[in-house]
């Protein structure tokens, strides 16, 4: 296994190191990874920069991307192995993340191949319109330029490395710099070593893709500063999130940065079905909460019951005191999450109704609106329970909240109806809003979004999953009274590329 940063086609310098322990058992695993240096950190900005031109292929990203996916599945077994190691989750859940990384990779192949997303639009001269000629304008979106992508903590293959952003930065033809997660470099090495042997392949520039190794949070500074790289992806905490947000804002020339932070998730549990099924509600969600040790960005971590729920809390409390954790994913984590449940313990009028290895806070309403600090996240398997009186309660709730990545609503028919004041509500605070599921699960398709007002995200007029994820990396260009032979293909009168355009004011599927 390298051990060294990719930078643009070689190996990256350095000789200050670190390593990971197996989180099953704690014993020492393979590699001394080394830190990138800043002169790493310039090669590959530089690198990505130059390679630029060489993503501007739309069937070439595509080609790459696919060639991405069977890199990544014919060394599946040493992935899958090593993804068990670094984060103590079972073969299921890592071959199973595999699955949906590459199948990612294909959806976004099939993006760039088809091209419909660059949104081409055309609108022909009319010389001869009074009282002044109307110009030939046509527009199209294309790629920002290099883009930092930042490994996340919780999933190592479909949000790190060949994740979501660095597939769709691709696909818009942007080259990808990634800062590896510390928690999992192994992962990301053999990651990392799949898309160098795609990349060759294909014959693609070396420096679409670089990948870097930091145990802190230099190199990743680095990168934000670097005068090449036109935006960032970054999924974490909401003090990292709003951290790049920050430096990439203070920059001589200010960059996006799309964040997806923190997220509670609330789920709104109505009153006929709280009644007919107290347990059949309590055990979703407890399954919701417990799975992968709660480490979920779409945890649902706040619970508004609206009326009578003492048997429902009942029965979420006997799951929930019968988890049986497996180790989390980092001592850090780990450790965060023993904090913000002492600090939720001790505040007034919040009642711990379920101590350990999973947790339930109870409060009111009332008391949960007024109290900011109970619509924090607690990375793990923790909820607080708000009892909600009514649906005037639970509404005030919702307005209370900030920005969320989803919002639930369990009910009956009949249930749902009398919610639709706060179902309206919560389409103005979430990215997603559901009905009688849990949110744990991300369909990766063209109509998700994974996304939500701050502080869910730094801009909520995105998603960071599905195909819409690849707008995020592209901006729009117009050309006026441009010469056919100067027109990008998308744009020209032929449609070589058979798009879907707009022409006229009229949408053409071929024209």
């Given at each position: 296994m390298n051990t060294r940063s990719l930078v643009a086609g070689r190996l990256g310098g350095g000789e200050k190191t670190f390593s990971v322990v197996d989180r099953r058992d704690g014993s020492a695993l393979e590699g001394a990874f080394v830190v990138a240096t800043r002169e790493d950190v310039d090669a590959a900005c530089r690198g990505a920069l130059e390679a630029v031109s060489s993503l501007a292929?739309?069937?070439?990203?595509?080609?790459?991307?696919?060639?991405?996916?069977?890199?990544?599945?014919?060394?599946?077994?040493?992935?899958?192995?090593?993804y068990q190691a670094e984060t103590a989750l079972p073969e299921g859940r890592a071959r199973g993340e595999l699955g949906r990384t590459c199948g990612q990779l294909r959806m976004f192949a099939r993006v760039a191949r088809e091209g419909h997303w660059v949104d081409a639009r055309i609108d022909h001269a009319i010389p001869d319109r009074q009282p002044l000629p109307k110009p030939d304008l046509r527009s199209m979106r294309v790629a920002i330029g290099p883009v930092a992508v930042f490994g996340a903590s919780n999933f190592p293959l479909a949000f790190s490395v060949a994740g979501g952003d660095t597939a769709s930065a691709l696909a818009a033809g942007c080259p990808v710099v990634t800062k590896v997660h510390p928690a999992h470099p192994g992962v990301s090495a053999l990651v990392g070593a799949a898309i160098v042997r795609a990349a060759e392949a294909v014959g693609v520039h070396p420096g679409v893709f670089s990948m870097l190794f930091d145990q802190g949070i230099e190199v990743g500074e680095w990168l934000v500063d670097h005068r090449a790289i036109a935006g960032v992806g970054f999924t974490g905490s909401?003090?990292?999130?709003?951290?790049?947000?920050?430096?990439?804002?203070?920059?001589?020339?200010?960059?996006?940065?799309?964040?997806?932070?923190?997220?509670?998730?609330?789920?709104?549990?109505?009153?006929?079905?709280?009644?007919?099924?107290?347990?059949?509600?309590?055990?979703?969600?407890?399954?919701?909460?417990?799975?992968?040790?709660?480490?979920?960005?779409t945890n649902p971590g706040v619970l508004v019951t609206v009326g009578e729920a003492s048997v429902w809390a009942e029965e979420i409390s006997q799951r929930l005191a019968g988890f049986v954790p497996t180790p989390m994913l980092t001592e850090g984590i780990a450790q965060a999450y023993s904090e913000g449940v002492e600090r939720r313990n001790q505040m007034d009028g919040v009642n711990l109704v379920v101590d350990g290895p999973a947790h339930l806070f109870e409060v009111t309403a009332a008391q949960f609106v007024a109290e900011p600090d109970l619509h924090e996240e607690i990375f793990g398997p923790s909820a607080v329970w708000v009892r909600a009186q009514d649906l005037a309660e639970a509404e005030a709730v919702a307005r209370a909240m900030g920005g969320q990545l989803t919002m639930s609503f369990h009910g009956t028919g009949a249930d749902l109806e009398a919610a639709k004041p706060v179902v309206q509500v919560a389409a103005t605070k979430a990215g997603r809003v559901l009905f009688n599921q849990v949110p744990t699960g991300v369909e990766v398709c063209d109509s998700i979004v994974h996304g939500g007002p701050f502080p869910a995200t730094s801009d909520g007029r995105s998603t960071s999953v599905g195909t819409g994820a690849i707008e995020r990396w592209s901006r729009p260009v117009c050309w006026q009274n441009a010469p056919e032979a100067l027109l990008p293909p998308e744009l020209q009168d032929a449609n070589p590329l058979a798009l879907h355009r707009l022409v006229d004011g009229k949408r053409l599927v071929s024209g």
């Amino acid at each position: 296994m390298n051990t060294r940063s990719l930078v643009a086609g070689r190996l990256g310098g350095g000789e200050k190191t670190f390593s990971v322990v197996d989180r099953r058992d704690g014993s020492a695993l393979e590699g001394a990874f080394v830190v990138a240096t800043r002169e790493d950190v310039d090669a590959a900005c530089r690198g990505a920069l130059e390679a630029v031109s060489s993503l501007a292929s739309s069937s070439a990203r595509a080609e790459f991307l696919e060639r991405i996916a069977t890199e990544l599945e014919a060394d599946a077994e040493a992935i899958v192995a090593r993804y068990q190691a670094e984060t103590a989750l079972p073969e299921g859940r890592a071959r199973g993340e595999l699955g949906r990384t590459c199948g990612q990779l294909r959806m976004f192949a099939r993006v760039a191949r088809e091209g419909h997303w660059v949104d081409a639009r055309i609108d022909h001269a009319i010389p001869d319109r009074q009282p002044l000629p109307k110009p030939d304008l046509r527009s199209m979106r294309v790629a920002i330029g290099p883009v930092a992508v930042f490994g996340a903590s919780n999933f190592p293959l479909a949000f790190s490395v060949a994740g979501g952003d660095t597939a769709s930065a691709l696909a818009a033809g942007c080259p990808v710099v990634t800062k590896v997660h510390p928690a999992h470099p192994g992962v990301s090495a053999l990651v990392g070593a799949a898309i160098v042997r795609a990349a060759e392949a294909v014959g693609v520039h070396p420096g679409v893709f670089s990948m870097l190794f930091d145990q802190g949070i230099e190199v990743g500074e680095w990168l934000v500063d670097h005068r090449a790289i036109a935006g960032v992806g970054f999924t974490g905490s909401y003090r990292g999130g709003t951290a790049l947000m920050r430096r990439a804002a203070e920059r001589p020339v200010p960059i996006p940065v799309f964040a997806e932070m923190g997220s509670v998730n609330p789920s709104f549990l109505l009153p006929e079905l709280l009644a007919s099924d107290p347990a059949g509600l309590a055990e979703r969600l407890a399954g919701a909460l417990t799975m992968g040790v709660g480490q979920f960005c779409t945890n649902p971590g706040v619970l508004v019951t609206v009326g009578e729920a003492s048997v429902w809390a009942e029965e979420i409390s006997q799951r929930l005191a019968g988890f049986v954790p497996t180790p989390m994913l980092t001592e850090g984590i780990a450790q965060a999450y023993s904090e913000g449940v002492e600090r939720r313990n001790q505040m007034d009028g919040v009642n711990l109704v379920v101590d350990g290895p999973a947790h339930l806070f109870e409060v009111t309403a009332a008391q949960f609106v007024a109290e900011p600090d109970l619509h924090e996240e607690i990375f793990g398997p923790s909820a607080v329970w708000v009892r909600a009186q009514d649906l005037a309660e639970a509404e005030a709730v919702a307005r209370a909240m900030g920005g969320q990545l989803t919002m639930s609503f369990h009910g009956t028919g009949a249930d749902l109806e009398a919610a639709k004041p706060v179902v309206q509500v919560a389409a103005t605070k979430a990215g997603r809003v559901l009905f009688n599921q849990v949110p744990t699960g991300v369909e990766v398709c063209d109509s998700i979004v994974h996304g939500g007002p701050f502080p869910a995200t730094s801009d909520g007029r995105s998603t960071s999953v599905g195909t819409g994820a690849i707008e995020r990396w592209s901006r729009p260009v117009c050309w006026q009274n441009a010469p056919e032979a100067l027109l990008p293909p998308e744009l020209q009168d032929a449609n070589p590329l058979a798009l879907h355009r707009l022409v006229d004011g009229k949408r053409l599927v071929s024209g």
